[in-house]
DNA sequence: TATTTGTTATAGTACATATATAACAGATGG
DNA sequence: CCATCTGTTATATATGTACTATAACAAATA
């Protein structure tokens, strides 16, 4: 499996789990109909609690990430098509809130508007055109 | 004060009080050699007790906002220029590991780089170059 | 020198995280 | 149909963090 988790850190263990199936999204590694292993023998590979596994399953499932039908597991849902407007917007208020965020430490810092525009593309391009896809 | 808190936040209180305080700083309400109120006096104000507010001092002087000396109680630094370079230098890694998180979390919903360039553009120009400044 | 400062110590409550069993309803493959 | 696997829920325990409550300390200062 793609996933592992770091005990040593200090973000929660269902947060990485979490964390590491969006990042699979995004780069497509994870596509709309593909299944996730069950909560129990993710949690056998990890070498963690079931709970753990299934609390991170329950927030992808609220997230809209992931749809759940019965025995059939955990399944990677088309958030794009399905998302409902109420989270569409909610998240965008939340990142728009984050950037804000980060750009307020950054000023008290000394930085500068152009610093911050700089850095934020800089990750967007990372992001959204890795090295090594045509787009 | 131009301090308050939310209790039924999920932010930590110690967090809350930190933030606000940066926030100052970088609107330029709070500028280097201005005293912050002690700890028992501030904590007295917002109703809280007195070892959240030192957290948050604590904080603050761990991350170079601050000085402590003695009876004079907490002072506003002149980060820009007192800033050690490693504390610089771990303050733009955090920053962009949490551009690049938000990044990757906007692609898994299906946004694209244009769209996370313009939010975050959107932001420092709110947060740089306020309404009201002649800058 | 008496007071105020941040700091530290101790103790208690409340909540989040993670673990460990156990049982449940629903979907599904045989 | 039915045994099985799915996510889900219910307890219980242990640990860590957040917050509160007193209390005392060294350092700086008016």
Same mark, same amino acid.
């Given at each position: 499996m793609f996933l592992e988790v770091d005990l *040593? *850190?200090?973000?929660p263990i269902y947060r990485q789990i979490r964390a590491q199936i969006v990042s699979a999204v995004a780069s497509g590694e994870l596509a709309p109909g593909d299944s996730l292993p069950s909560v129990r023998s993710l949690a056998g590979d990890l070498g963690v609690n079931m709970h753990t596994v299934n609390k991170a399953y329950a927030m992808l499932r609220d997230e809209g990430y992931v749809t759940m039908r019965g025995r059939s597991g955990a399944v990677i849902a088309d958030i794009t098509r399905m998302a409902s407007p109420a989270r569409a917007q909610e998240h965008r208020e939340r990142l728009t809130a984050e950037l804000a965020r980060l750009a307020t430490e950054l000023k008290a810092r000394g930085g500068t508007r152009d610093e911050f525009v700089r850095l934020a593309t800089a990750q967007a391009d990372a992001v959204f055109c890795p090295p090594g896809q045509g787009t």
């Open positions: *040593s *850190s200090d973000e």
